[in-house]
């Protein structure tokens, strides 16, 4: 498969006899994409899992969803995570120029959003177990926190990466490596925005319901 | 990495790296924002019934999810991505059975098989105890 070849132009053959030329791009995309299928798996069993959790019998008379869950300043959250994934969704759209001073422009306000990010929740999180709701406490709590820190984990990883990658950028410049890494992380930080959405609309949402 | 015989292509024109839309992200972060936002004043206001207000919620989310696979991660069907969205059609009835059967296993086993709740009854099955 040439992705380089014209959209509009003849199907490349299925297969070549001869030697051919190898298309890294396409094929570590597809398979960081089958990567993040199987995370978002991951965390369609945790979500199975604390949507089981979410009942009385298991609260074991401690707190529940609507006093552990602040919906309002999770939106904080919200709009943290998202323009993060703004920001480092638009330095790829630098990168089709390669313009190099923009992208990094990009990646460091991302940096700083997802830092933000992982500073509400972890100051969230102290305020939650100075109450006494610690995970320890019930198993709807347990899942909760499991759930909840999952993605704070992945937003702690994908920073790191954008860390490692600055570097790479300003030694090797836009080089085949280089680049897909960048498009990997991409898709990896665009698929946290998705899980947010999940976690804020059935956890602290759907935790302020009856 | 590098082959002696065939000199790398410059990795900018490739299809991955030019399928990037700026338009198609800003749309993605302002429809998520707008929408979650709107779900909040939905749950904040308490004006719905909860099983309206969840059905309500739950169906912003999962157009947000249906938004966010095309302005986000840019699938369509175009030979360049139709193999993620191959790949995720394939994936989606594994959330479905994943989620759906547990939840449904555990509320049928919470519906059939525990007492109902008296006045005066401890929460707790006396073995916790």
Same mark, same amino acid.
């Given at each position: 498969?040439?992705?380089?070849?014209?959209?509009?132009?003849?199907?490349?053959?299925?297969?070549?006899?001869?030697?051919?030329?190898?298309?890294?791009?396409?094929?570590?995309?597809?398979?960081?994409?089958?990567?993040?299928?199987?995370?978002?798996?991951?965390?369609?069993?945790?979500?199975?899992?604390?949507?089981?959790?979410?009942?009385?019998?298991?609260?074991?008379?401690?707190?529940?969803?609507?006093?552990?869950?602040?919906?309002?300043?999770?939106?904080?959250?919200?709009?943290?995570?998202?323009?993060?994934?703004?920001?480092?969704?638009?330095?790829?759209?630098?990168?089709?120029?390669?313009?190099?001073?923009? #992208?990094?422009?990009?990646?460091?306000?991302?940096?700083?959003?997802?830092?933000?990010?992982?500073?509400?929740?972890?100051?969230?999180?102290?305020?939650?177990?100075?109450?006494?709701?610690?995970?320890?406490?019930?198993?709807?709590?347990?899942?909760?926190?499991?759930?909840?820190?999952?993605?704070?984990?992945?937003?702690?990883?994908?920073?790191?990466?954008?860390?490692?990658?600055?570097?790479?950028?300003?030694?090797?410049?836009?080089?085949?490596?280089? #680049?897909?890494?960048?498009?990997?992380?991409?898709?990896?930080?665009?698929?946290?925005?998705?899980?947010?959405?999940?976690?804020?609309?059935?956890?602290?949402?759907?935790?302020?319901?009856? | 990495?590098?082959?002696?015989?065939?000199?790398?292509?410059?990795?900018?024109?490739?299809?991955?790296?030019?399928?990037?839309?700026?338009?198609?992200?800003?749309?993605?972060?302002?429809?998520?924002?707008?929408?979650?936002?709107?779900?909040?004043?939905?749950?904040?206001?308490?004006?719905?019934?909860?099983?309206?207000?969840?059905?309500?919620?739950?169906?912003?989310?999962?157009?947000?999810?249906?938004?966010?696979?095309?302005?986000?991660?840019?699938?369509?069907?175009?030979?360049?991505?139709?193999?993620?969205?191959?790949?995720?059609?394939?994936? #989606?009835?594994?959330?479905?059975?994943?989620?759906?059967?547990? #939840?449904?296993?555990?509320?049928?086993?919470?519906?059939?098989?525990?007492?109902?709740?008296?006045?005066?009854?401890?929460?707790?099955?006396?073995?916790?105890?």
């Amino acid at each position: 498969m040439d992705a380089r070849a014209n959209p509009e132009g003849p199907l490349p053959p299925l297969w070549h006899y001869g030697e051919t030329e190898h298309d890294p791009i396409s094929t570590k995309t597809l398979g960081f994409w089958l990567y993040m299928l199987s995370d978002a798996l991951i965390f369609a069993g945790l979500f199975a899992a604390y949507a089981v959790l979410d009942q009385n019998m298991n609260m074991a008379d401690g707190p529940t969803a609507a006093q552990v869950v602040h919906p309002v300043a999770a939106f904080w959250q919200t709009l943290a995570v998202l323009s993060s994934v703004l920001a480092y969704s638009l330095a790829t759209v630098a990168l089709k120029t390669g313009n190099r001073a923009r #992208v990094l422009l990009g990646i460091v306000v991302a940096i700083v959003f997802g830092g933000l990010f992982i500073a509400l929740e972890i100051g969230d999180f102290v305020s939650l177990f100075a109450m006494g709701a610690t995970p320890d406490r019930s198993g709807f709590l347990s899942a909760f926190f499991v759930l909840v820190a999952s993605h704070g984990l992945h937003m702690m990883f994908g920073i790191l990466w954008m860390l490692v990658l600055i570097p790479q950028i300003i030694r090797s410049g836009f080089n085949t490596a280089v #680049v897909t890494r960048l498009l990997n992380l991409r898709l990896f930080w665009q698929f946290q925005a998705s899980v947010w959405v999940c976690v804020y609309v059935f956890v602290y949402l759907k935790g302020t319901m009856p | 990495m590098t082959d002696p015989h065939h000199p790398d292509p410059d990795p900018l024109l490739h299809a991955e790296v030019q399928q990037a839309g700026g338009i198609g992200y800003v749309s993605g972060y302002l429809l998520t924002v707008v929408l979650l936002g709107v779900a909040l004043l939905l749950t904040e206001q308490k004006g719905m019934q909860p099983q309206a207000l969840l059905i309500a919620i739950s169906g912003l989310s999962i157009f947000l999810l249906i938004a966010q696979c095309m302005l986000f991660f840019g699938l369509d069907v175009t030979r360049y991505n139709i193999w993620k969205s191959v790949s995720l059609v394939l994936t #989606v009835p594994l959330f479905i059975l994943s989620i759906g059967l547990t #939840v449904w296993m555990f509320h049928s086993l919470n519906h059939l098989m525990m007492l109902p709740e008296m006045p005066g009854m401890p929460l707790q099955p006396t073995i916790l105890q």
